[in-house]
C-alpha cells in the first residue's frame, strides 16, 4: 500500500517537474535546485536585514517609527529592502517545504541517508523562529499580536513561574531590553545557528550544492524585486497594549500557527507540534530501509588512485596509507555506514576496463550485487542478442527512463543501478569492431541525479574534464548523451532515432583489423595500473 | 522547446510564484477578535500570608541553631493560595486558585488570564482570598467600568493602590 502511493506520488511529480524542465531546462529546473534556492533566499534575506538593521531603533518607541521611516520616507531602497527582506523569506519557506516534501517522496531520507533528513528537520524550527522574530521587531499591532500570542504559548509550558506575557499587559510594563533581545535573536543569535545548522545537515554529502544556477538566481531575484514594487510590504498600525489587535493581515507562510494556538490554545498545539516534529524526525526508520550491500574493495586491483574517493557524493571513500606492502602509497578504504550502493566509485575505477581478458573480470571497488563483470556479461549479450546491421547500445540507470523498455531490432540496453557506474571504456568497448554503431548514455535529469553526481561525472568523463575519461579514440560522433526522467521516455525515443539517422551519415570509423586489439596493458586515459 | 516560448513560460512561472508570495503574505485577512468584543485581561503577582504564625524558640532549639543562624522566632516558609473570583454583573466569569511559585511554596503567586466580553458597561466585582487563616476574602472592590470594542481592561493588584486596580 505504502509502496503504490509511493511510486503513484512519485509518478505526479516527476510529471510535474517534466513540466519545468519544459520551461526552465534541465539544467534549470527549480525543483533539483529547492534546498540550494532556500540557501540563496536566506541570503538575500540576510543582506537586505543587514541594511534594515542599519536604520532599526531597539526601543520601545522608537522601533515602529523607525521601519515607517525605512518603508515611506525612503521606500527607494529602505522600503524595498523591508520587501525583498519579506519576500525573501517567504519563498524561502515555499522551496524550504518543497524540498522536505520531495526528498520524502524520493525516497531519499532512509538508509544511510538518514542523517541529512535529520538535521533538516530542526532547521524548520529555526526558520520559523527566525521570521516569527523578525515580525516582532516592527512593533505594530501584528507584533503586538504576536508577542502577546507566542508569550501566552510559552507560558503554558510549566517553567515559568512569573508569566511572560506579563511582560505585554500595558506600555508601562514593556522595556528597551525587549528589542535588544529580539534584536540579538533575530540578526545574531537565529542565523548564525541556522548557518551552523545548514553546515551540519550538508555535512555528509560531499561537494552539496549551496548555489543554484546563476540563471535561478537572478530569475528569482527580479521576481522578488518585481514583488516588492509592485506590492511593498507596510506595517499595520503602531502597537497599543490598551488596544486588542482585531483584523489582521497575516504572513501565513509564517504565522499559520498563532490562528490555531486561538483556537486550540496552547496546550494541544505544543502537543501536535511536539509529535509532529519528533514523527518527522523518526520517519527515516518507520520503517527503516533495507539496507543493500555496499561497494567492496579489491586491494588487488586498488592502485590508490583516489579517483573514486573524489567521486564519491556521499564521502563514503577516504584514502589511508597502504597495509598490504605493495609498492603503491595509499588504498581506498570504505566507511559502510554512509555508503548508498550508488557504484559511481567502481565506474571512476581505473581498473574497471573490459578489455581485460581475466575469466573473472575484478576491479578496485565495485558494487557485490551489480559487478563489473556483469556489465561487461549484460553488455555483451545484449549486443550479441541483436542481429540488426546496424546496433545503438544505450546505458541508462534504473532510476531514471526504463531503458529495458527500448530494447528493439538494433537497440540493445543495459541499465544499471546509476549512470555513473559506467565506466568510459565500457563505451569504447561497446564501440570496438563496430560491435555498436553509435552509444547512448542515459540516467537521471541534470541536477536531479539520484545519487547526487552520477551524471555530472559521467558527462564530464565523456567530454575528457574528469577521469577515468573516454579514450581519444573514440569518435565522439558515435557517442550521444542525453538524460531523461522516467517519464520522459517518448523522447528519449526520439532522441534516439533522431541520433541513428545522424550515425546513417557517419564514415565507417578505422576498419577494425587496424584497431588495437583488446589488451592487459594501461590505456591512457583509462589506466589499468595497480591491475 | 522554442527558446522564446521558453523565456515566456519562464517569466508566467516566476509571475505565478509572486503572485502567490504575494497573495499569502498579508491574505486573507485574520480576525483575532470579533467586532463588538473586548478583552479582560488580569495579570498581577501576589504573595499570600503565611500560611502559619510565627513563634519564639524555645533556647533548647535555640542553641541548635549554627552560631550565624540564631533567630527568636521561627516562621512557616509556605503562603497561602490565591483564591480569586470576579462576576461581571453578578454572574461569576472567573474563578481560580493559585498557588505560591517556588518548591518550598513560599513566592509570589502569579495571574495571568483572559477573558472575552461583550463591549459594554458593567458592575464588575472582584475578590481575593490570600489568608488561610482568615474566612472569607481579604480584598474586595466594585467597580461600574466601560469597556470599548477593541479595547482591554486591564486587572492589577497594587496592595499600595488599595488592592485591585483596573487600567484602560
Known amino acids: ?531 | 522547446m522554442n527558446p522564446m516560448l521558453g523565456y515566456l513560460g519562464q517569466g508566467v512561472g516566476y509571475a505565478l510564484l509572486m503572485l502567490f508570495i504575494g497573495y499569502f503574505s498579508t491574505s486573507p485577512a485574520y480576525t483575532h477578535l470579533e467586532p463588538g468584543q473586548a478583552l479582560i485581561r488580569v495579570s498581577f503577582a501576589h504573595p499570600g500570608k503565611l500560611v502559619g504564625e510565627c513563634r519564639p524558640l524555645d533556647p533548647v532549639q535555640a542553641a541548635r541553631l549554627p552560631p550565624g543562624a540564631m533567630v527568636p522566632m521561627e516562621c512557616p516558609r509556605e503562603r497561602s493560595n490565591l483564591d480569586i473570583e470576579f462576576d461581571l454583573n453578578g454572574e461569576p466569569i472567573f474563578h481560580k486558585t493559585v498557588k505560591p511559585s517556588g518548591l518550598s511554596r513560599d513566592g509570589a503567586g502569579y495571574v495571568y488570564e483572559v477573558l472575552q466580553v461583550p463591549a459594554g458597561e458593567y458592575t464588575l466585582d472582584l475578590r481575593m482570598r490570600d489568608d488561610v487563616r482568615t474566612e472569607g476574602f481579604d480584598h474586595e472592590r466594585q467597580a461600574q467600568v466601560t469597556i470599548e470594542a477593541g479595547r482591554q481592561l486591564l486587572v492589577d493588584f497594587i496592595p499600595e493602590r488599595g488592592g485591585f486596580v483596573l487600567i484602560r
Not at chain 1, 58 to 86: C, K, N, P
Not at chain 1, 428 to 455: F, M, P, S, W
Open chain 1, 1 to 531: 500500500m505504502a509502496t503504490t502511493l509511493r511510486e503513484a506520488s512519485q509518478r505526479a511529480l516527476t510529471r510535474i517537474e517534466d513540466r519545468f524542465t519544459g520551461v526552465f531546462g534541465k539544467g534549470c529546473n527549480p525543483f533539483f535546485h529547492l534546498g540550494a534556492l532556500t540557501i540563496y533566499f536566506f541570503w538575500i534575506a540576510l543582506i537586505s536585514g543587514l541594511y534594515l538593521f542599519a536604520f532599526f531603533d531597539t526601543s520601545v518607541y522608537g522601533a515602529f517609527q523607525s521601519v515607517e521611516r525605512l518603508t515611506h520616507d525612503q521606500w527607494w531602497l529602505g522600503g524595498i529592502m523591508r520587501s525583498l527582506h519579506r519576500y525573501a523569506s517567504d519563498a524561502a519557506v515555499i522551496t524550504m517545504v518543497l524540498h522536505l516534501v520531495r526528498e520524502f517522496v524520493r525516497d531519499r531520507f532512509r538508509g544511510v541517508r538518514w542523517y541529512s533528513w535529520f538535521t533538516g528537520v530542526p532547521l524548520l524550527w529555526m526558520v520559523f523562529m527566525l521570521g516569527i522574530t523578525g515580525y516582532w521587531m516592527v512593533w505594530d499591532m501584528l507584533a503586538q499580536y504576536i508577542a502577546i500570542v507566542s508569550a501566552e504559548y510559552m507560558d503554558w509550558l510549566p517553567f515559568f513561574a512569573d508569566p511572560i506575557a506579563r511582560n505585554f499587559i500595558s506600555q508601562e510594563s514593556l522595556s528597551d531590553r525587549f528589542f535588544t533581545l529580539m534584536g540579538f535573536l533575530h540578526l545574531i543569535g537565529l542565523p548564525l545557528i541556522l548557518v551552523f545548522a545548514i553546515w551540519f545537515h550538508v555535512m555528509r554529502i560531499s561537494g552539496p550544492r549551496v548555489n543554484p544556477p546563476r540563471a535561478l538566481m537572478v530569475g528569482s531575484l527580479l521576481s522578488m524585486l518585481g514583488l516588492s514594487l509592485v506590492k511593498p510590504a507596510v506595517s499595520h498600525e503602531a502597537a497599543d497594549l490598551a488596544a486588542v489587535p482585531t483584523q489582521l493581515s497575516l504572513d501565513w507562510f509564517y504565522l499559520f500557527i498563532y490562528p490555531v494556538i486561538d483556537a486550540w490554545s496552547a496546550g494541544p498545539v505544543w502537543v501536535l507540534l511536539t509529535l509532529g516534529t519528533l514523527l518527522l524526525m523518526a520517519l527515516p526508520w518507520l520503517p527503516p530501509k533495507k539496507p543493500e550491500p555496499v561497494a567492496e574493495i579489491d586491494l588487488e586491483h586498488c592502485s590508490g588512485c583516489t579517483w573514486c574517493a573524489n567521486d564519491c557524493p556521499y564521502g563514503a571513500l577516504t584514502m589511508r596509507p597502504r597495509t598490504d606492502g605493495r609498492a603503491h602509497k595509499q588504498e581506498v578504504v570504505i566507511d559502510p555506514s554512509v555508503c548508498v550502493s550508488c557504484g559511481i566509485c567502481g565506474g571512476s575505477c581505473p581498473s574497471a576496463t573490459p578489455f581485460r581478458k581475466s575469466e573473472k573480470l575484478t576491479t578496485g571497488i565495485q558494487l557485490p550485487q551489480f559487478s563489473f563483470h556483469r556489465l561487461r556479461d549484460e553488455t555483451d549479450a545484449t549486443l550479441d542478442a541483436s542481429t540488426a546491421n546496424s546496433k545503438i547500445i544505450v546505458f541508462g540507470c534504473d532510476h531514471a527512463a526504463h531503458v529495458d523498455a527500448l530494447k528493439a531490432e538494433g537497440i540493445a540496453a543495459v541499465s544499471l543501478p546509476c549512470t555513473g557506474m559506467l565506466s568510459p571504456s565500457m563505451i569504447d568497448y561497446a564501440l570496438r569492431d563496430q560491435r555498436a554503431d553509435g552509444v547512448v548514455v542515459t540516467g537521471c535529469c541534470e541536477g536531479d541525479c539520484l545519487h547526487r553526481l552520477g551524471n555530472t561525472w559521467m558527462e564530464q568523463r565523456i567530454r575528457g574534464d574528469r577521469p577515468p575519461m573516454l579514450r581519444s579514440r573514440v569518435n565522439r560522433d558515435r557517442v550521444h548523451v542525453h538524460w531523461a526522467s522516467s517519464t520522459d521516455l517518448a523522447t528519449l525515443r526520439s532522441e534516439i532515432a533522431a541520433f541513428g539517422e545522424r550515425l546513417r551519415t557517419l564514415e565507417p570509423d578505422v576498419p577494425a583489423a587496424t584497431r588495437p586489439k583488446p589488451t592487459t596493458s594501461t590505456a591512457p586515459e583509462q589506466s589499468t595500473a595497480g591491475v
